[in-house]
């Protein structure tokens, strides 16, 4: 479904983003595994997928940084002279009860899920408009929808991610390029780790599907969005959630 293509996706090198990364090179995309702290992480997926004879290779940015985005995508655009698609994965998350969260959080927290997206989304839409066409997929999350307590910054971070999304579409649309969003819920991932059994069986029970959701679900939505089957897609948030928001 991707042949060809050139895939960055950004926080690759673990949970959501490794499984939207092995998802792109099983479909013959040539992808790019950014990461910033996690090299080991990111040297074993890239071995993994040359063991089995797909295309990939890493590249390291931390996206909060714009001179690191800025270097990155000089890099991307040397080397492979395009890119098709960006997925805006890479994300913090850490739960706070407002009264109790620090600036610093909150900085933090802004500069890589909104900050972070902005970057990679301004120097990626560089490439795009001179191609005429692009797909760009920001990862947000359904806190970004519904809120969620103890999540006052993730959820306006996410929210952010949202508006952004539908802004940057109407704008971008012009130039062939669709702006989407992917809103997660309940995944199974290090993110999740240390959730009290307690509240994860109360979110399981407002899930109609009734399981958690895996990083496959939402890389398979990321493929349909990558690929050419949604060429007439932008400006969209998709929940991947199990029914949990309707």
């Known amino acids: 479904m991707l042949d060809g293509k050139v895939v960055l996706i950004t926080g690759a090198s673990r949970g959501i983003g490794k499984a939207i990364a092995l998802l792109a090179a099983e479909n013959h995309a040539h992808v ?15 071995d993994m997928l040359h063991e089995k004879s ?7 940015a931390d996206v ?34 407002l009264a109790l969260t620090n600036t610093e959080l909150f900085d933090h927290t802004i500069d890589v899920n909104l900050k972070g997206t902005f970057l990679c989304t301004r120097y990626a839409t560089n490439i795009m408009r001179k191609q005429r066409s692009g ?10 929808l519904q809120g969620s307590e103890g999540q006052t910054v993730y959820s306006a971070s996410k929210a952010a991610v949202i508006g952004f999304t539908r802004s940057a579409a109407k704008e971008l649309g012009r ?56 060429n007439y897609v932008s400006g969209s948030v998709i929940a991947v959630d199990g029914c949990q928001t309707l």
Do not use: C, Q, W
């Open 175 to 230: 130039y062939g390029i669709t702006v989407n969003a992917i809103a997660p819920g309940l995944i199974d991932t290090d993110l999740i780790k240390d959730m009290k059994p307690d509240i994860k069986d109360k979110i399981l029970s407002s899930i109609s599907l009734g399981r958690i959701g895996t990083p496959e679900d939402v890389a398979k939505v990321v493929l349909f969005l990558s690929s050419d089957l949604a």
């Open 135 to 144: 797909k760009v997929i920001n990862i947000s999350s359904i806190v970004g």
């Open 64 to 97: 909060s940084s714009e001179d690191e985005v800025k270097d990155m995508f000089s890099s991307i655009k040397e080397k492979h002279s395009k890119l098709d698609v960006l997925v805006n994965n890479a994300g913090i998350m850490r739960n706070s009860l």
């Open 32 to 46: 790019l595994i950014n990461y910033n702290k996690d090299e080991k992480s990111a040297a074993e997926l890239v």
């Open 54 to 60: 797909l295309s990939a290779s890493m590249i390291k």
